[in-house]
């Protein structure tokens, strides 16, 4: 509030007055005029004072609202930027929950996995153990049914979880013939009692020829291998009784030696029939698959 213009009004009246007083010659009346007006002055003066310490104190309330309605906004912001963050770090936490849940689950099964292959393993490992006694048991039987005979007609070992009896051409046949010899027939009879103590082995009869073309009796060597091989089976199922479902009959000629075919040595062991042995292995192959 600006104060000049009622001082200036004031003042005029003071100075009519004075005029009129000094008129009127009452200096009493002076002096009492002029203490109205020193009450009015000072009233004057003290609410403006007042109002200014009052318009200050408004000033300074205001800009302390003001403040404070700015750091209330922040603060609401603030706790609106919190609580998006709380959310997001929930869900971060409820999918790290739902991942760990996952990761437990994937490994109980595979905990399980691994105990079931692991069983597997050792039923299978005690399923081949047993496979090779009955065939360390077979190669044994059929030895000990052969031990008459000298090593350089016949040779019991083991193959691939087979076992192999190669017999030599001079225990079984003459030269160029297909015919079982007398020695042979008792030979094939000694092996047929082990077989026939098994039903489930499986019987495989091959024949094989040195490289020397033949020449009489037979077309070629393919012809030669398999009709020795052919004679022995009707051997083992016709004199001896062998079940003829478990036995096969194949000739290689000369195309699978067991030594060299340039010396006459090579020549003479692979001219041999081989009778190969295998053990009934379907439960091995169940396991297996």
């Known amino acids: 509030m600006n104060p000049l213009p ?3 009004r004031l003042a005029y009246l ?3 007055f004075v005029a009129l007083i000094k008129k009127s010659g009452n200096m009493k009346n002076i002096h009492l005029f002029i203490f ?6 000072l009233s004057s003066c003290v609410a403006k004072r007042k109002f200014v310490a009052l318009t200050n104190q408004a000033n300074a309330l205001l800009q302390d609202s003001l403040k404070l309605a700015g ?13 998006q963050k ?25 905990s399980s996995t691994i105990e079931e292959q692991q069983k597997r393993m050792e ?19 059929i030895h000990d049914a052969l031990g008459q005979y000298k090593a350089e007609d016949l040779n019991v070992y083991i193959k691939n979880g087979k076992v192999y009896v190669s017999l030599q051409e001079q225990l079984l046949f003459k030269s160029g013939s297909a015919v079982v010899n007398k020695a042979g027939v008792e030979a094939l009879g000694k092996i047929a009692q ?3 103590t098994d ?12 490289s020397i073309p033949i020449r009489k009796n037979f077309p070629d060597n393919w012809a030669l291998s398999s009709a020795r091989s052919l004679s022995i089976v009707r051997v083992l199922a016709n004199q001896y009784k062998v079940d003829p479902t478990r036995i096969i009959a194949a000739g290689h000629s000369y195309f699978d030696p067991v030594e060299s075919n340039n010396t006459e040595e090579g020549r003479a062991l692979n001219r041999r029939t081989e009778i190969i042995l295998t053990p009934n292995l379907d439960e091995l192959y169940k396991l297996m698959e």
Do not use: W, Y
């Open 123 to 141: 039923a299978l490992q005690k399923l081949i153990d047993q496979q090779r006694n009955v065939v360390g048991n077979l190669q044994k039987s």
């Open 86 to 110: 709380i959310d997001d770090l929930q869900k971060e936490l409820e999918a790290l929950k739902a991942a760990n849940a996952q990761k437990d689950l994937q490994l109980s099964s595979s």
């Open 199 to 210: 039903p489930k082995i499986q019987i495989m009869v091959e024949g094989h020829t040195d």
């Open 6 to 8: 009622e001082l200036t």
């Open 194 to 196: 082990v077989l026939n």
């Open 71 to 83: 750091t209330l906004t922040d603060t609401r912001e603030e706790l609106v930027s919190s609580k």
């Open 36 to 41: 109205s007006i020193s009450l009015c002055l």
């Open 14 to 16: 003071f100075g009519a």
